[in-house]
């Protein structure tokens, strides 16, 4: 059957709106998802990177991978269930979805709400390595931010001293200092406190006014300049170009959920934790009977 973007957006909308089946990778707003889908998922045809159960015409269930075929990762959006489908229809999306990837995806990505079952269930029944917990928080528009003069836009000149910040601070994320800048618009800002030898810290903002969508990607202090209040203003600076320069009311961040002085930094300047999250990671590769299952190193 031909993928309905329309009838699979709000079917991943509706789903994903619901906290026992949240999946931290795509958004719950049905015009937004498929945006997203008909645009900017995948490197591969979205026909391509889903994987659909449909019965008696109306689809049942959903796994897609946003393909990175450049680092051969993708990150999983699902398994989105019907109410009352067996769990092993997320086994079979799933082998439908890996048998028609093949080789062009050697590692994938699960990042779920810690009260979404299916999801933990799925992903030991798949042989997932369970990595670290994570805190999405939200900020609400506040009035009256007041944005430290020390903080500014990244100048072209500290673009060297951001890309070896960031590359240190962040060295397996989905983002290198490079992408980043390449990525600079009017909705996409990197703001920073400079010094004559480089920058003292940043934060990279990302903005979608057309749905409402903000959120501070990633924000960073060098370790010899901590304790002075920069994280505070950088946080500051990102929340005023989000929510009065792009009329964005909510701006969401995610942080690791180990990081107390982070989470209460953010915390004094509004953000509230929303979703508690759980990140996972599966590894495959081609064996002589089919694909084998990687954990820990250990092929399964």
């Not at 979404?116 to 506040?142: E, Y």
């Not at 009256?144 to 000149?157: A, M, T």
Request: a negative charge.
């Amino acid at each position: 059957m031909p993928l309905n973007f329309d009838t699979l957006s709000s079917f991943i909308a509706l789903s994903n709106q619901k906290t026992e089946h949240h999946v931290g990778y795509c958004g719950d707003e049905q015009e937004e998802i498929l945006h997203t889908i008909s645009h900017e998922f995948s490197d591969l045809p979205a026909g391509e990177s889903f994987a659909v159960k449909h019965e008696n015409g109306a689809i049942i269930g959903v796994l897609g991978a946003d393909v990175d075929l450049g680092d051969g990762t993708a990150e999983l959006w699902g398994p989105f269930l019907k109410e009352g489908q067996p769990a092993e229809l997320a086994l079979e999306l799933w082998e439908d979805l890996t048998t028609r990837l093949g080789d062009k995806v050697h590692t994938y990505y699960g990042f779920y709400n810690e009260r979404n079952t299916l999801a933990t269930d799925f992903m030991n029944r798949v042989g997932a390595c369970k990595g670290s917990q994570h805190l999405i928080m939200h900020a609400s528009k506040q009035k009256g931010v007041r944005v430290d003069s020390q903080v500014d836009e990244l100048s072209p000149e500290r673009h060297m001293s951001f890309i070896k910040m960031h590359d240190e601070a962040f060295p397996e994320t989905y983002m290198s200092g490079l992408d980043i800048l390449k990525h600079l618009d009017h909705e996409h800002k990197v703001f920073a406190v400079e010094s004559e030898a480089g920058i003292k810290g940043y934060a990279y903002v990302k903005g979608r006014p057309t749905y409402n969508e903000g959120t501070i990607e990633f924000i960073a202090v060098d370790p010899a300049e901590r304790h002075q209040g920069i994280g505070t203003a950088l946080t500051k600076a990102a929340l005023a170009f989000l929510q009065d320069e792009l009329e964005i009311h909510t701006v969401s961040m995610t942080v690791d959920a180990g990081h107390e002085q982070a989470i209460r930094l953010y915390g004094r300047a509004g953000f509230e934790v929303v979703h508690r999250m759980e990140h996972y990671v599966v590894r495959v590769t081609n064996g002589t009977k089919g694909m084998r299952r990687i954990r820990n190193g250990c092929v399964e």
